[in-house]
């Protein structure tokens, strides 16, 4: 007899593990690690971030992202959304502070502004609104792996000095942290990927409970400092508001510049899903790299950033898919075949789409 497995509700609109990160902010709020539990704590955090990076190379597919490359233009596209619209419209809102935003918040909404794009939430998304899934797949793949090099480069030329934490020790944290632990996953592929595919669930498991202990060692640290007091809740709803704004410009930007740019409209949409989001999975190892102690108020922009994403983009998607079922069937050619509609199928299997949106949380 099966257990019953717990899942939220599908008209909640919280992912839940989102759910599980607020509660370990709260459990490092009530009982931080202190002295010797801070030691281990971070010595652990150190080894799950080395461990994380590890199984991303391990599990990247050397074949398929070659294979991607072929479509640069719409790489390039999305590389340039996250890595250079983004980090501009970070840049530019320098001038909310201190009227609107403190210091130590706009250091995290520009940490926000700098770190890759999500992988699982664009493919889930962009298969659920009909687009051009495959091309989802290579532009998360290729964003996470030159945001491994990219941000910490950005961080040094944005951040410099003023609070971010980016030193030559932090070049060489991300190396070794970071660099080579993924390097080290991409040679010794061909003898685990075997096994992290018959072991899938227990890795998913290993990462996210990984990503916890992150941000318990670095919000705990945050606590024993006494950085919370900086923040008001007014500050918070002010940092809300300015995520709103950032997350409707960029929406626009990869919607209607992807349009003139000419692409179809599969493509379109999985530049725009693509292009407009943030990872929380590499963005929180990376704050712990960058800002060591100072990093909990670094991460709470992007985790308000990732929930409020998935919740736009849920909507988003099912407009988009709402839209293509409202148009005619493609025209079907002599031979009896037509042109694929969404690009909704990877290497000629079609995409299950029925728990998509609980996998877009990831």
């Known amino acids: 007899m099966r257990r019953p497995v717990f899942r939220l509700p599908a008209w909640l609109p919280v992912d839940g593990y989102i759910l599980a990160l607020l509660g370990t902010v709260g459990l490092a709020a009530l009982v931080p690690a202190r ?37 640069w233009r719409l790489h390039l596209t999305t590389l340039a959304c996250t890595f250079v619209v983004f980090p501009v419209f970070g840049v ?41 899934v495959a091309a989802a797949i290579c532009a ?15 961080a040094a030329l944005v951040l410099g000095g003023d609070g971010g934490g980016f030193s030559a020790h932090s070049l060489v944290s991300i190396v070794c942290q970071l660099l080579l632990p993924f390097l080290a996953g991409q040679l010794l592929r061909r003898w685990v990927a075997g096994f992290l595919t018959r072991h899938k669930k227990v890795l998913g498991y290993v990462d996210r409970g990984s990503i916890l202990l992150v941000v318990y060692a670095a919000f705990s640290a945050g606590m024993v400092q006494g950085i919370w007091h900086q923040v008001s809740p007014l ?16 929406l626009t930007v990869t919607s209607y510049g992807s349009k003139k740019l000419g692409f179809p409209r599969g ?78 199928a990877v290497g000629g299997h079609p995409v299950q789409r029925e728990s998509e949106h609980q996998r877009a949380g990831r």
């Open 35 to 71: 002295g010797a539990a801070a030691t281990v704590a971070d010595g652990a955090s150190t080894g799950a971030v080395a461990l994380l990076f590890f199984l991303y190379g391990a599990r990247l597919s050397t074949r398929e992202a070659m294979d991607g490359l072929r479509h």
């Open 140 to 154: 998360g793949s290729f964003s996470s792996i030159v945001g491994i090099v990219v941000t910490p480069l950005l």
């Open 92 to 132: 530019a809102a320098r001038l909310l502070v201190p009227f609107v935003l403190p210091p130590a918040l706009y250091t995290g909404l520009l940490f926000l502004c700098l770190v890759p794009s999500t992988v699982q939430s664009s493919i889930a998304f962009t298969s659920i609104a009909r687009g051009n």
């Open 267 to 344: 493509d379109r949409i999985a530049i725009t899903f693509a292009g407009s989001k943030k990872s929380l999975a590499a963005g929180l190892p990376m704050a712990s790299v960058l800002f060591g102690a100072q990093a909990g108020l670094a991460v709470l922009p992007l985790m308000l950033f990732h929930q409020m994403q998935l919740m736009v983009c849920a909507v988003l998607a099912k407009r988009y898919a709402a839209r293509a079922d409202a148009e005619p069937p493609p025209a079907v050619g002599p031979d009896g075949s037509g042109p694929d509609r969404g690009g909704s």
């Open 235 to 250: 500050r918070l709803l002010c940092l809300l508001g300015v995520e709103a704004v950032l997350l409707a410009a960029m």
